[in-house]
């Protein structure tokens, strides 16, 4: 059964800092996704990863793939407050039917 | 751009009550997905649908089912709702195997 963990479950830090999320998960697979959730809204795709190595990136946040030790990571450059919100990893379990197994998310909170 | 539409937003159930969630989307995807979401934790998968006329359970199917007789519609019906089915309810949809966009939720309150 593949199970998806992320670290940390909250974060608190200052604008201006750096951090990294990381998202580890059990079996293999061949795709990793990353989403955004504001407080009581829907979740917006950030990230999609496709390959091992695999790097993308988005103003001041950036992803990336390690499939053989079977770990993403999320890093925050600089952080702002706009960035305050909850960070779920997400991986797909094989196949074609594109179902996904979600982390239990990462609540990220900017202070000023 | 509608996206995915859910309806309605907030409803408050008594246990033992029925009812259907709706799903409807306009981007001709062929793969549709309902996910709940519990407090403080990430999305479980309860049915998905790979086209008209298919579905199949996810993680949590029990206490629910879905029918998919259109492209567009994918309904998420609770039988004999329990205290336990209190949540956040998410339908999603994509192009085969690619990103899921999600629509803005149903709340749900067992009592």
Same mark, same amino acid.
């Given at each position: 059964e593949l199970k998806v963990e992320q670290n940390p479950l909250f974060l608190s830090m200052q604008e201006g800092k750096n951090y990294t999320i990381y998202c580890n998960y059990s079996t293999t697979?061949?795709?990793?996704?990353?989403?955004?959730?504001?407080?009581?809204?829907? !979740?917006?795709?950030l990230f999609v990863l496709l390959s091992n190595g695999a790097v993308k990136q988005e103003g001041r946040l950036m992803a990336s793939l390690d499939t053989k030790a079977r770990l993403s990571t999320l890093h925050i450059t600089a952080a702002v407050h706009d960035l305050s919100a909850t960070y779920?990893?997400? $991986?797909?379990?094989?196949?074609?039917?594109?179902? !996904?197994?979600?982390?239990?998310?990462? !609540? !990220?909170? $900017?202070?000023? | 751009?509608?996206?995915?539409?859910?309806? &309605? /937003?907030?409803?408050?159930? /008594? #246990?033992?009550?029925?009812? =259907?969630?709706?799903?409807?989307?306009d981007m001709n995807h062929n793969y549709m997905y309902w996910y709940r979401q519990d407090p403080g934790m990430g999305l479980k998968l309860i049915y998905y649908s790979v086209? *008209?006329? #298919? =579905?199949? /359970?996810?993680?949590? &199917?029990?206490?629910?089912?879905?029918?998919?007789?259109? =492209?567009?519609?994918f309904p998420l019906r609770l039988e004999l709702a329990a205290p336990s089915q209190?949540?956040?309810?998410?339908? *999603?949809?994509?192009? *085969? /195997?690619? #990103?899921?966009?999600?629509?803005?939720? =149903?709340?749900?309150?067992?009592?």
């Open positions: 697979s061949d795709r990793l996704y990353w989403y955004r959730q504001d407080p009581g809204k829907s !979740l917006e795709s779920f990893c997400a $991986v797909d379990i094989g196949g074609a039917t594109n179902k !996904l197994i979600f982390g239990t998310g990462t !609540l !990220l909170a $900017v202070q000023p | 751009n509608a996206g995915v539409t859910q309806t &309605p /937003k907030f409803r408050i159930l /008594k #246990i033992g009550q029925s009812m =259907t969630l709706q799903c409807t989307q086209g *008209a006329g #298919i =579905t199949d /359970k996810g993680e949590v &199917p029990n206490g629910y089912n879905v029918s998919r007789s259109t =492209t567009e519609d209190t949540s956040v309810y998410f339908c *999603a949809s994509s192009l *085969a /195997k690619n #990103i899921q966009y999600f629509g803005a939720g =149903t709340r749900l309150s067992v009592l």
